[in-house]
């Protein structure tokens, strides 16, 4: 039997101290632990920003390519053949026609006006009774000439009726429900939405994103018609010049997301819209259509919204009445915040939430929402925290816009401080049954992605 060497267990204890270094305790084995936890709780918080990022540079792309493809589109569309009645396919341009003495033309048929007008488009009726419809905004506006033609002279009134006129203005829509979807849909198979047509309709639930358009005219055309500088012969005689004048627009492409296919839009009864032409009342509370009427995308409403008149901006009427010394200069009055009027609709305030995107119609600015305040003692009113500062310059109208100011005015006038705005409201629950008086309960978020302002030149031509 041979016995161990003293070199033989020298290497024995050697392995056995290597086996017992080469392990971690308990507390290095803890701090690397904790090190790697903290590693992966910090790679999961860029996961959401990652997500949030990618989404933003999505609808940013998406905002981008559909402004585009739309100002395309209209730059293509909205050329008038002539400039006459049939060339009026923006809402606030001159229409006018040559081919009436002024011995017979009672009033212009319509004046321009420099107001801010949503393009009329194709929606879709949700639900049962599925069905192309025409949103109708000229409806919204107060300006519904083919059914109000009274005070025309009787040959106006029975051209404005006729087909070359209505297909070619405002009052048929501009642009198909296909053609507003991003991306655009080819034409359905049959505009009869009882057929069926799978591809399409399934094509049509994939579709996240669609857009609509604004337009204002941003310097007037033609003669007002209640100067009283000019003379009949005088008025004709500048409204035929200006009528082949070229426009220029500027135009307001809104880009619109519905995130799931089975939302549904209320739409605004017409007859609850502020009067264009009675700025100074009080709006009643905007009411929507039944609700076998509401729409697949989002539509746009006109609301009434107030600017605080109890500011310092307007104090120097307490101080000088009507009638300020020549060398005061007012403050220009600083204003981030509007309030909302439900006048006993609760709901009301809900149409405007944190991110929607307000219109101003008369001045075109554009606002977004950033913070709403419900009044805990009045639920249907609202206080609205703006982006952006508002001087007293920017609601004191030009003589364009607000030609007749009251008597004695310095500054502002109080109209001015009640604007109107375009708001595209969130989606609704289905309320059926509960007709046009029914309580809208909205779900989700407001439908504004992002909008763009270009310029659109729009030339006539014989």
């Known amino acids: 039997m041979t016995r161990p060497t003293s070199q033989d267990a020298g290497a024995g204890v ?67 053949s002539d400039p006459g009645l049939s060339g009026a396919e923006f809402a606030g341009d001159l229409i006018f026609d040559g081919e009436f003495p002024y011995q017979t033309l009672q009033k212009m048929v319509f004046e321009s006006d420099m107001r801010v007008h949503q393009l009329h488009m194709q929606n879709m009726v949700i639900g049962q009774s599925r069905a192309f419809v025409n949103e109708n905004p000229w409806r ?8 109000d033609l009274s005070g025309l002279n009787p040959d106006i009134r029975a051209k404005l009726l006729l087909p070359e006129f209505t297909t070619r203005s405002f009052y048929t829509p501009r642009i198909l429900f296909h053609e507003r979807l991003y991306p655009p849909l080819s034409r359905r198979s049959s505009a009869d939405l009882t057929q069926v047509d799978e591809i399409w309709d399934q094509s049509f639930d994939g579709r996240v994103y669609s857009w609509a358009a604004f337009h204002r005219l941003r310097n007037p055309i033609g003669p007002r018609w209640d100067d009283p500088n000019l003379t009949d012969e005088q008025k004709l005689a500048l409204a035929s010049e200006a009528a082949a004048d070229a426009r ?13 296919a089975t939302y549904r839009y209320a739409v605004q009864n017409p007859a609850t819209a502020p009067n264009p032409n009675n700025r100074g009342a009080f709006a009643q509370a905007p009411m929507p259509l039944n609700a076998s009427e509401d729409v697949a995308l989002p539509t746009a409403w006109r609301a009434q919204i107030l600017f605080p008149e109890e500011t310092d901006a307007y104090s120097w009427k307490t101080e000088f009445g009507d009638n300020p010394p020549d060398d005061y200069i007012p403050p220009a009055g600083v204003y981030t915040e509007v309030t909302v009027d439900g006048q006993g609709k609760d709901w009301v305030p809900e149409l405007f939430q944190v991110g929607s995107v307000l ?37 004191d109208d030009s003589a364009e816009i607000d030609p007749v100011p009251l008597a004695g005015n310095f500054r502002v006038d109080p109209d001015e401080f009640k604007r109107v705005v375009w708001v595209f409201p969130p989606p609704v629950l289905d309320r059926a049954g509960l007709g046009d008086q029914g309580a809208l309960t909205f779900q989700g978020k407001q439908p504004v992605v992002g909008i763009e302002v270009k310029t659109l030149s729009v030339s006539p031509s014989n």
């Open 248 to 260: 220029v627009f500027d135009m307001y492409y809104v880009a619109l997301r519905r995130p799931r």
């Open 140 to 147: 919204l506006e107060g300006v519904d000439a083919v059914n």
């Open 14 to 80: 050697a392995l056995m101290r290597s086996s017992v270094r080469g392990g971690f305790s308990l507390v290095e084995l803890m701090i690397a632990l904790a090190i790697l936890g903290f590693g992966m709780i910090l790679a999961a918080t860029m996961f959401p920003v990652g997500w949030m990022r990618a989404r933003e540079l999505n609808e940013h792309t998406v905002i981008t390519a559909a402004s585009n493809n739309a100002h395309a589109k209209l730059a293509m569309l909205l050329n008038p």
């Open 359 to 395: 219109i101003d119609e008369v001045n075109g600015l554009v606002y977004t929402v950033t913070d709403r305040r419900i009044n805990a003692s009045d639920e249907d009113r609202a206080v609205l925290t703006l982006d952006r500062e508002v001087f007293l310059e920017d609601i």
